[in-house]
């Protein structure tokens, strides 16, 4: 039995990503919760003729939430504010941090032995929040925590698709590393499986296209929030990895944004970034995290350049997290 839960399932995520969730044929129940409407969005999806069942909870006073995560064994986070014209991530920390760690504190009471999905931005930071939570409550799992970052991959392929003349972008395996915002996301093109060529005149503005990728949609939707579509479509990507993996699916890597000193491989790749939260190459398996990937050795000097700088942004952008977490309440 797989339990899912969406964390902000009302949202402009939270909806097309709980209706990939309840569309998929892994998934026998379906939890969503949100401060609004989660009523009518569980009814509503919970017409569609697929297995999942669906229920959903408001607040009710602190018990929603509770009854919503109850036995899940997937918790995926998209709730929080979203990001207007001219706003950068880290604009969003005030009232993200605070969504965050209460929604991480509710998990570690009643469902301490979930996989956590955390998409609420800035990743960057909300990610060590919910592990200095984790931590606190003498609940944290390391392979089991982690920052979804598969926008960035999905963009990474997409644009590089479109660049070689590929049709299919899914053919193309490109790793996107380091963080989710602006410079500290680092598209390692390098290291493309099968292999890409791109022309020289065209690699800066791409790196800057998948870095600052969110921006387009931002703008577009012209105040109407940031990417929910392509968002929802890559939580789902990677919610979907995770319970394959669980399942005992062999093979399976997605880079993803985790604690480094608690997943196999992660030491090495610590000492390399001088940062504690980092996101490679992800190897999942039956209990999650299995292995970090270092690509980081195999970066050409331009990789390697960006990676300098995504460093440096990180550092701050974990301290902060971490620091807010530990503030006295
Ligand atoms: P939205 O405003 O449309 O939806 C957020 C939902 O969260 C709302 O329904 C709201 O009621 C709910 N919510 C607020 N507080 C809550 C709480 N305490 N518990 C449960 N639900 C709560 O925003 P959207 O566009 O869905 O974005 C959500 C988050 O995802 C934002 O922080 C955004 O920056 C982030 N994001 C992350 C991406 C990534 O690649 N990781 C990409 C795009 C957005």
Do not use: C
């Not at 014209?85 to 920390?93: A, H, V, Y």
């Not at 979804?148 to 790793?175: C, H, M, N, Q």
Request: glycine fraction near 10%.
């Amino acid at each position: 039995m797989v339990k899912v839960v969406v964390a902000g399932a009302a949202g402009g995520i939270g909806q097309p990503l709980s209706l990939l969730l309840k569309a998929s044929p892994l998934i026998d129940e379906l939890s969503l919760y949100d401060v609004v409407n989660t009523p009518g969005v569980a009814t509503d999806l919970s017409h569609i003729s697929s297995p999942a069942e669906v229920t959903g909870y408001l607040p009710e006073n602190g018990e929603g939430v509770k009854k919503a995560l109850k036995g899940a064994n997937v918790v995926v986070i998209p709730a929080g504010i979203p990001r207007k014209p001219g706003m950068t991530r880290d604009d969003l920390f005030n009232i993200n941090a605070g969504i965050v760690k209460g929604l991480i504190q509710s998990i570690a009471e009643v469902a301490p032995e979930a996989y956590i999905l955390v998409i609420s931005n800035p990743v960057n930071s909300t990610v060590p929040i919910a592990a200095e939570v984790l931590k606190k409550a003498g609940v944290f799992n390391p392979k089991k925590l982690f920052g979804v970052t598969t926008l960035d991959v999905v963009r990474a392929e997409t644009f590089v698709a479109s660049i070689v003349g590929e049709k299919d972008p899914r053919k193309t395996t490109i790793p996107v590393i380091g963080g989710h915002s602006g410079e500290t996301i680092v598209p390692l093109f390098s290291q493309a499986s099968p292999s890409v060529d791109i022309p020289s005149d065209k690699l800066d503005s791409l790196v800057n296209r998948v870095q600052f990728g969110g921006d387009e949609v931002v703008k577009a939707k012209d105040g109407a929030g940031s990417a929910t579509l392509s968002m929802a479509y890559a939580g789902f990507r990677f919610a979907e990895k995770i319970i394959k993996a669980v399942k005992g699916e062999k093979g399976i890597v997605e880079p993803s944004y985790v604690y480094l000193p608690g997943v196999a491989g992660g030491d090495a790749i610590k000492e390399a970034t001088g940062v504690d939260f980092f996101s490679v190459p992800i190897e999942l398996g039956p209990d999650g995290a299995e292995k970090a990937i270092n690509v980081i050795s195999k970066a050409n000097d331009h990789e390697k350049k960006l990676l300098e700088v995504a460093y440096k942004d990180l550092k701050g952008n974990i301290q902060k997290g971490i620091d807010f977490a530990n503030k006295p309440a």
